[in-house]
């Protein structure tokens, strides 16, 4: 087991772990980078009407996807640098250990389940 600390907090991450974490963070900063590419090109304009209420909704659709996208990419490559600095794995607010199915469903995640449903409570 490699374990990292962090303030006294210690994460029970293998680098087998560490090393799948990282393959699927660069995946989806992979996977994002493309979406954000195919989404900057705009939809080819179309005559009045119906056509043209239709591009723009789906110029509108694309530019709320591109957000998102932009999103999760800032969160995955947050979550590569605090891997490279040694803090990952470990919560923003509590500094205990995030657990590792967590990060399995949600590698970029900043905070523990209970610290989130906190956050998400209060907002």
Same mark, same amino acid.
């Given at each position: 087991?490699? =374990? #990292?600390?962090?303030?006294?907090?210690?994460?029970?991450?293998?680098?087998?772990? %560490?090393?799948?974490?990282?393959?699927?963070?660069? &995946? #989806?900063? %992979?996977?994002?980078? &493309? /979406? %954000?590419?195919? %989404?900057?090109?705009?939809?080819?304009?179309? @005559?009045?009407?119906?056509?043209?209420? /239709?591009?723009?909704?789906?110029?509108?659709?694309?530019?709320?996807?591109?957000?998102?996208?932009?999103?999760?990419?800032? *969160?995955? &490559?947050?979550?590569?640098? =605090?891997? *490279? &600095?040694?803090?990952?794995?470990?919560?923003?607010?509590?500094?205990?250990?995030? *657990?590792?199915?967590?990060?399995?469903?949600?590698? /970029? @995640? =900043?905070?523990?389940?209970?610290? #989130? /449903? @906190?956050?998400?409570?209060?907002?």
């Amino acid at each position: 087991m490699n =374990r #990292q600390t962090h303030d006294g907090s210690t994460t029970a991450l293998s680098a087998e772990d %560490l090393a799948a974490l990282r393959e699927n963070l660069n &995946e #989806q900063r %992979l996977f994002r980078r &493309e /979406q %954000l590419r195919r %989404l900057a090109s705009p939809p080819a304009p179309r @005559a009045g009407g119906v056509a043209a209420r /239709q591009t723009a909704a789906r110029a509108e659709v694309g530019a709320k996807l591109a957000a998102s996208a932009r999103m999760v990419l800032t *969160d995955v &490559e947050a979550a590569l640098k =605090r891997m *490279d &600095e040694g803090s990952y794995g470990i919560c923003r607010l509590c500094r205990r250990t995030i *657990d590792l199915e967590r990060l399995k469903i949600v590698p /970029q @995640a =900043r905070y523990c389940a209970r610290c #989130q /449903q @906190a956050k998400e409570f209060a907002s």
